[in-house]
């Protein structure tokens, strides 16, 4: 899809080229598919967003992961998905607010979720799925 976009964030120090690992791409798919399952049982809002944003991460990186690249920055995972899966803009930057959003409950405890925000981060997770779910899945490992 976007090899070259992806090397040059490589080369500027924003990603890392790493091997994939089968074992890690299933690992991450699995807990995501487990976060957006748990995260429709009508918990409370906060606990939903909770594991919402942990599933569109997990699924951001399995195919950041797939393509053979690392990052630890967050924003990068998301915004890579563009070049990883094809990711509509719309959707990464619903993706970003909810980091963002993350950032403010993780470090400032602010703890008031957003119900739009909740209702689109469903919604564009749920595409994640499906577009990380086409995908196939990287050689094995062993």
Excluded at 40 to 65: C, E, I, V, W
Excluded at 98 to 122: F, K, M, P, Q, V
């Amino acid at each position: 899809m976007g090899k070259q976009e992806l090397d040059n964030l490589v080369k500027i120090g924003l990603m890392k080229s790493e091997p994939p690992s089968l074992s890690e791409y299933d690992g991450m798919l699995g807990g995501a598919r487990k976060n957006l399952t748990d995260a429709q049982k009508g918990l409370d809002p906060d606990s939903q967003f909770t594991l919402l944003y942990g599933a569109a991460h997990r699924l951001a990186l399995a195919a950041l992961r797939r393509e053979g690249y690392r990052s630890d920055n967050r924003t990068s995972v998301f915004q890579a998905l563009v070049h990883t899966v094809g990711t509509d803009k719309a959707d990464i930057q619903i993706f970003l607010k909810a980091h963002n959003e993350r950032n403010l409950s993780e470090y400032e405890g602010h703890t008031d979720i957003d119900a739009r925000l909740l209702a689109n981060l469903i919604e564009c997770t749920t595409r994640l799925e499906v577009s990380v779910g086409k995908l196939e899945p990287p050689e094995d490992d062993e």
